[in-house]
């Protein structure tokens, strides 16, 4: 079981639909949590953090999780074509100093 | 302020050839990652240092690979010699890393590898 699990998609969701991102995580411990956008040739880019259970909102974009059941979230409201993307999940151990990236979920959104 | 700079940002060589690849972090940060990026393999963790000293270099694949950071400032990561399944995209980030403090890290561009 890999420590950090996303499905691979690819996820596709028509312009101005909600794109909902899955991340499970297997260590319980897990305190820090991450979204990383990258676009096609590009380096990773952070767009979320959340350390807390419950929602966190930053725009059209909120991370949900829940460490009761280990998992993480991102919510993509109006989704428009430009968050076309593979979004990265990682997940930090209490002082650990490296993040563990799940494989991406790749997402399309259709004019 | 400038992101993390990598370079150079493209390389072409030949098998058996050395490769350098080199990272600049964040000034002030203090944590600095390389990564290795493939289709195949996604994103994985090659070596990080904290405060200029490697933490954990299990992720580097083998002896042919060795890291780098002489000071706070640059990095390097060296492939002698290098062959075709190195070939793939290696990203360095960097981290102001504090007790108890946030992870976010920042990437640089990447350099993109291609090994003939």
């Known amino acids: 079981q890999k420590e950090v699990e996303q499905n691979s998609g690819p996820l596709s969701v028509p312009e101005g639909a909600i794109a909902s991102l899955n991340c499970t995580y297997s260590?319980?411990?897990?305190?820090?949590f991450f979204w990383y956008r990258q676009y096609s040739g590009k380096s990773p880019e952070l767009i979320m953090s959340?350390?807390?259970?419950g929602d966190k909102e930053d725009g059209r974009f909120t991370a949900q999780l829940n460490k009761a059941s280990q998992y993480v979230s991102l919510l993509i409201r109006d989704s428009q074509p430009s968050d076309s993307a593979t979004y990265l999940c990682?997940?930090?151990?209490?002082?650990?100093?490296?993040?563990?990236f799940g494989d991406g979920t790749t997402l399309t959104v259709k004019p | 302020d400038a992101g993390v700079i990598q370079s150079p940002r493209h390389e072409v060589t030949e098998m058996g050839q050395e490769v350098t690849l080199r990272c600049k972090p964040i000034?002030?940060?203090?944590?600095l990652f390389w990564y290795r990026q493939t289709m195949m393999r996604g994103l994985e963790l090659l070596i990080y240092?904290?405060?200029?000293?490697?933490?954990?270099d299990s992720g580097m694949p083998e002896d042919r690979f060795s890291a780098k950071m002489p000071n706070a400032s640059f990095s390097t990561l060296k492939i002698q010699p290098s062959e075709p399944r190195d070939s793939a995209v290696y990203f360095c980030?960097?981290?102001?890393?504090?007790?108890?403090?946030?992870?976010?890290?920042?990437f640089g561009p990447g350099t993109r590898l291609t090994v003939l």
């Open positions: 980030a960097s981290r102001r890393s504090l007790a108890g403090g946030p992870h976010e890290q920042f």
């Open positions: 260590d319980r411990v897990s305190q820090s």
């Open positions: 959340i350390y807390s259970n």
């Open positions: 990682a997940v930090n151990k209490p002082n650990a100093g490296k993040s563990t």
């Open positions: 000034s002030g940060h203090n944590s």
């Open positions: 240092f904290n405060n200029n000293v490697p933490i954990d």
